[in-house]
RNA sequence: GGACCAGUAGUUCAGUGGAUAGAAUGGCUGCCUGCGGAGCAGUUGGUCGUCGGUUCGAAUCCGAUCUGGUCCGCCA
């Protein structure tokens, strides 16, 4: 079989390659490319850039070639189009040898091309601030789907989740979690549902108090102290009245007008949506919390010390509720994390003090006040990240430290990444960030540089991608505005349940094709994207179940399963007819017939491109195309009634190795297959 | 001001140097409920943001430009 060691179409490439060293004397390399139609053969290779080489018009020299080429096995035919030489191949030997490959290996297209590696991806690591959201959802997708990749074409995969539990947005949270919990309420709704509440009306509270502050501070006294964590109409009014004569320059004065529009309507629709805990929280704030910018300071400052046992205890208690109602719902669509790292951890090991000393011993520290940046541009230049990378413009420096002494999160960053492959003897590590932080990622890169540890750095790989947006806006956890994969994976349950009212399925049955039609239309739905373009996420898309989605993909595996399992009822012998394969006439006439094998064959390729091209997506893409020309397939050759028996049981066959296919993609792109619908 | 990304049928998206740029959906026209459904066939529709360049050949590579998004010293 030619494609046990070398697909036929580098076969025949290496076979004219020869042709032309032996003819002209010409060591080449060709390219191959497949014919817009059928009617133009299966392989094609453009001669130009030979022709052009030898100064022959590629017409002749096709001719030439074709006189010497002969090869009836696999190839039926020659023929010239232009400059093109067509190859057209025997659809016999070719489906034969396609088909039996799919049957002899135990997952189709599986491969060990990367099983020397052990990769680490690190994805959705999404603050504790708040359930995941449909832009997160993304990330934890994109993740998922890259390591399953990689684990199918033979590497060890490690999924990591980078726990941000430091950030000075977690200390409010902290805050109103626990005043709730000190009045005895308790949460009413899926635990990390709850602390986005709590979290979008505190920082709002934050935000309010710390605007107070700068407009006092700049002479506006139209704001009252007594209500420190709210802006009322007459107040917002009047401060912008004095603010419209105030001797400020015009940018920083619209800024201000921006963030009092903007937080006077954050609050009150907070106040309308979630009115039981932003009132309360309102209530108990207000009574108890005397400085809460003040407290937030101690807290975080405290907490990133981690001596103070019960405060430690208080972060950590709210965050791993977060984070378990994150794994909720990532378990929820069959996404599994093996391992979660915390950043406080990290900041606890001392390993930031001692980076920020060796990065100052390297001379790669810039100093203002007690700030300390990071000079990416001295690191890039000099120590060859620039020319590696190929980065020709000026790196501007980033903070690492602010100007009060605090570490900042990049800090952290570092540390984390200078013993992240050391945790899973990684050879390679993908993270999969937004890529809104292409430059912090780029900073770990280049101090790990500084810190003379550039082998490290360069297994390090940000894999970024576009935000989600829902239709008209964007989504905000700081304003409790989001659409929660939760939330959609309800909306598509329920519709999928009406569906199957009709039918007549048990409850069991029903309750797992809903659930497993629901998962595979969100995924789908974000995955089937490039992941470079921004998506705008329409619920009501999502929870179609036709045309190119997750579901379409299952109905078709469970079209196909069907024929099986009709083959059976009629008492065919499916093992017996399999194992007669090599047997087996493949004098196929129908075009449909034949453009489901092409495909069928090209699968494994498709896995190793989009592997090496970081594609989870074109891995969708083709799935779909797959499943379409199956599709045309079915409508236009009959297989149980195919006749005579010879032509039914080959029928059988490409069906059965269709199903074989979709079962690998399947694993591949994390969905579920169907017996039934 | 600098950097990165995107711009393709009315719409949602494929297509990372090859031939007449594809699919789905929408619109229009037929057929039909025949291994499993609102299915099938046909038809309509694009100066591939714009302008240059490289090439036998460009949606694809290079340069410029427009539009949108994101980032660029104290959030993560």
């Given at each position: 079989?030619?494609f046990?060691?070398e697909?036929?179409?580098e076969?025949?490439?290496?076979?004219?390659?020869?042709?032309?060293?032996?003819?002209?004397?010409l060591?080449?390399?060709l390219?191959?490319?497949?014919?817009?139609?059928?009617?133009?053969?299966?392989?094609?290779f453009?001669l130009?850039?030979v022709?052009?080489?030898?100064?022959?018009?590629p017409s002749?020299?096709?001719?030439?070639i074709q006189?010497?080429?002969?090869?009836?096995?696999?190839?039926n035919?020659v023929?010239i189009?232009?400059?093109?030489l067509?190859?057209?191949?025997?659809?016999?030997?070719?489906?034969?040898?396609?088909?039996l490959?799919?049957l002899s290996?135990?997952?189709?297209?599986?491969s060990?091309?990367k099983?020397?590696e052990?990769?680490?991806?690190e994805?959705?690591?999404?603050?504790?601030?708040?359930?995941?959201h449909?832009?997160?959802?993304?990330?934890?997708?994109?993740?998922?789907?890259?390591?399953?990749?990689?684990?199918?074409?033979?590497a060890a995969?490690?999924?990591?989740?980078?726990?941000n539990?430091?950030?000075?947005?977690?200390a409010?949270?902290?805050?109103?979690?626990h005043?709730?919990?000190?009045?005895?309420?308790?949460p009413?709704?899926?635990?990390?549902?709850?602390?986005?509440?709590?979290?979008?009306t505190?920082?709002?509270?934050?935000?309010?108090?710390?605007?107070?502050?700068?407009l006092?501070?700049i002479?506006?006294?139209?704001?009252?102290?007594?209500?420190?964590?709210?802006l009322?109409l007459?107040?917002?009014?009047?401060c912008?009245?004095?603010?419209?004569?105030?001797k400020?320059?015009?940018?920083?004065?619209?800024?201000?007008?921006?963030?009092i529009?903007?937080?006077?309507?954050v609050?009150?629709s907070?106040?309308e949506r979630?009115p039981?805990?932003?009132?309360?929280l309102?209530?108990?704030?207000?009574?108890?919390?005397?400085d809460l910018?003040?407290?937030?300071?101690?807290?975080?400052?405290?907490?990133?010390?981690?001596k103070d046992?019960?405060?430690?205890?208080?972060?950590?208690?709210?965050?791993?509720?977060?984070?378990?109602?994150?794994?909720e719902?990532?378990?929820?669509?069959?996404?599994?994390?093996?391992?979660?790292?915390?950043?406080?951890?990290?900041a606890?090991?001392?390993e930031?003090?001692?980076?920020?000393?060796k990065?100052?011993?390297?001379?790669?520290?810039?100093?203002?006040g007690?700030?300390?940046?990071?000079?990416n541009?001295?690191?890039?230049?000099?120590?060859?990240?620039?020319?590696?990378?190929?980065?020709?413009?000026?790196?501007?420096?980033?903070?690492?430290?602010?100007?009060?002494?605090?570490?900042?999160?990049?800090?952290r960053?570092?540390?984390?990444?200078?013993?992240?492959l050391?945790?899973?003897?990684?050879?390679?590590?993908?993270?999969?960030v937004?890529k809104?932080?292409?430059?912090?990622?780029?900073?770990?890169?280049?101090?790990?540089?500084?810190?003379?540890?550039?082998d490290?750095?360069d297994?390090?790989?940000?894999f970024?991608?576009?935000?989600?947006?829902?239709?008209?806006?964007?989504?905000?956890?700081?304003e409790?505005?989001?659409?929660?994969?939760?939330?959609?994976?309800?909306?598509v349950k329920?519709?999928?349940?009406i569906?199957?009212?009709?039918?007549?399925?048990?409850?069991e049955?029903?309750?797992?094709?809903?659930?497993?039609?629901?998962t595979?239309?969100i995924?789908?739905?974000?995955?089937?994207?490039?992941?470079?373009?921004?998506?705008?996420f329409?619920v009501?898309?999502?929870v179609?179940?036709?045309?190119?989605?997750g579901?379409?993909?299952?109905y078709?595996?469970?079209r196909a399963?069907?024929i099986?399992?009709?083959?059976?009822?009629?008492s065919?012998e499916?093992?017996?007819?399999?194992?007669?394969?090599?047997?087996m006439?493949?004098d196929?006439?129908?075009?449909?017939?034949?453009?489901l094998?092409?495909?069928?064959?090209?699968?494994?390729?498709?896995?190793?491109?989009?592997?090496?091209?970081?594609?989870?997506?074109?891995v969708?893409?083709?799935?779909?195309?797959?499943?379409?020309?199956?599709?045309?397939?079915?409508?236009?050759?009959?297989?149980?009634k195919?006749?005579?028996?010879?032509?039914?049981?080959?029928?059988l066959?490409?069906?059965?190795?269709f199903?074989?296919c979709?079962?690998?993609?399947?694993?591949?792109?994390?969905?579920?297959?169907?017996?039934?619908m």
């Amino acid at each position: 079989m030619y494609f046990m060691t070398e697909r036929i179409y580098e076969y025949q490439k290496n076979i004219l390659e020869k042709i032309l060293e032996d003819k002209y004397d010409l060591k080449t390399s060709l390219i191959w490319s497949k014919p817009p139609s059928s009617d133009l053969g299966d392989i094609s290779f453009p001669l130009f850039n030979v022709a052009k080489q030898l100064s022959i018009p590629p017409s002749e020299l096709a001719i030439a070639i074709q006189e010497s080429f002969s090869e009836p096995k696999y190839i039926n035919k020659v023929e010239i189009q232009g400059g093109f030489l067509n190859l057209y191949l025997n659809k016999q030997s070719f489906s034969l040898d396609t088909l039996l490959k799919i049957l002899s290996d135990a997952k189709y297209g599986q491969s060990t091309i990367k099983s020397s590696e052990r990769i680490i991806v690190e994805h959705t690591s999404s603050n504790p601030t708040g359930p995941l959201h449909i832009g997160h959802f993304r990330n934890s997708i994109l993740g998922d789907v890259i390591g399953r990749l990689f684990r199918f074409m033979g590497a060890a995969v490690n999924f990591r989740y980078y726990v941000n539990d430091l950030g000075r947005q977690i200390a409010p949270l902290i805050i109103g979690y626990h005043l709730l919990k000190e009045k005895g309420i308790e949460p009413n709704i899926k635990v990390d549902l709850w602390i986005g509440k709590i979290y979008a009306t505190m920082n709002t509270f934050l935000e309010i108090q710390q605007l107070k502050e700068h407009l006092n501070s700049i002479g506006i006294k139209g704001t009252s102290k007594d209500n420190l964590y709210s802006l009322s109409l007459e107040e917002t009014s009047k401060c912008k009245e004095v603010l419209k004569d105030h001797k400020l320059r015009g940018t920083e004065k619209e800024q201000i007008f921006e963030s009092i529009d903007k937080l006077f309507r954050v609050q009150n629709s907070l106040e309308e949506r979630i009115p039981d805990v932003y009132l309360e929280l309102r209530k108990l704030t207000s009574k108890q919390i005397t400085d809460l910018n003040q407290l937030t300071m101690e807290y975080v400052i405290e907490y990133q010390k981690g001596k103070d046992k019960e405060l430690v205890s208080k972060f950590r208690k709210v965050t791993q509720e977060a984070l378990a109602g994150h794994v909720e719902t990532l378990n929820l669509f069959n996404i599994f994390h093996d391992d979660f790292d915390w950043e406080s951890d990290v900041a606890w090991s001392g390993e930031v003090e001692t980076i920020l000393v060796k990065l100052e011993k390297n001379k790669f520290l810039i100093h203002d006040g007690k700030a300390r940046l990071l000079d990416n541009d001295k690191i890039g230049t000099n120590l060859g990240f620039k020319e590696k990378y190929n980065l020709k413009y000026e790196m501007p420096s980033s903070i690492i430290v602010n100007s009060e002494g605090i570490t900042l999160y990049p800090c952290r960053d570092i540390a984390y990444h200078l013993h992240k492959l050391e945790k899973f003897n990684a050879s390679y590590c993908y993270n999969v960030v937004g890529k809104e932080q292409q430059f912090p990622q780029l900073t770990v890169k280049l101090a790990l540089y500084g810190l003379g540890e550039p082998d490290i750095a360069d297994k390090i790989e940000h894999f970024d991608f576009e935000t989600v947006n829902l239709v008209g806006r964007k989504m905000a956890g700081r304003e409790f505005e989001y659409v929660t994969p939760d939330e959609v994976y309800d909306l598509v349950k329920d519709e999928v349940n009406i569906l199957l009212e009709e039918r007549d399925y048990s409850e069991e049955e029903a309750k797992n094709i809903s659930e497993k039609v629901a998962t595979s239309s969100i995924k789908y739905f974000i995955l089937r994207m490039d992941p470079k373009k921004l998506v705008v996420f329409d619920v009501k898309k999502a929870v179609n179940l036709n045309e190119n989605t997750g579901p379409f993909l299952q109905y078709s595996y469970a079209r196909a399963l069907n024929i099986i399992k009709k083959a059976k009822e009629n008492s065919l012998e499916i093992q017996e007819i399999l194992s007669n394969a090599e047997q087996m006439n493949f004098d196929i006439e129908k075009e449909e017939e034949w453009e489901l094998i092409k495909m069928m064959e090209e699968l494994p390729y498709i896995l190793v491109k989009a592997a090496e091209s970081l594609r989870p997506d074109s891995v969708a893409n083709f799935t779909y195309s797959l499943v379409a020309a199956f599709h045309k397939f079915y409508d236009s050759c009959p297989v149980l009634k195919a006749n005579p028996d010879t032509l039914r049981d080959s029928r059988l066959l490409i069906v059965y190795c269709f199903l074989k296919c979709l079962e690998s993609l399947f694993e591949v792109i994390g969905i579920d297959y169907l017996e039934k619908m």
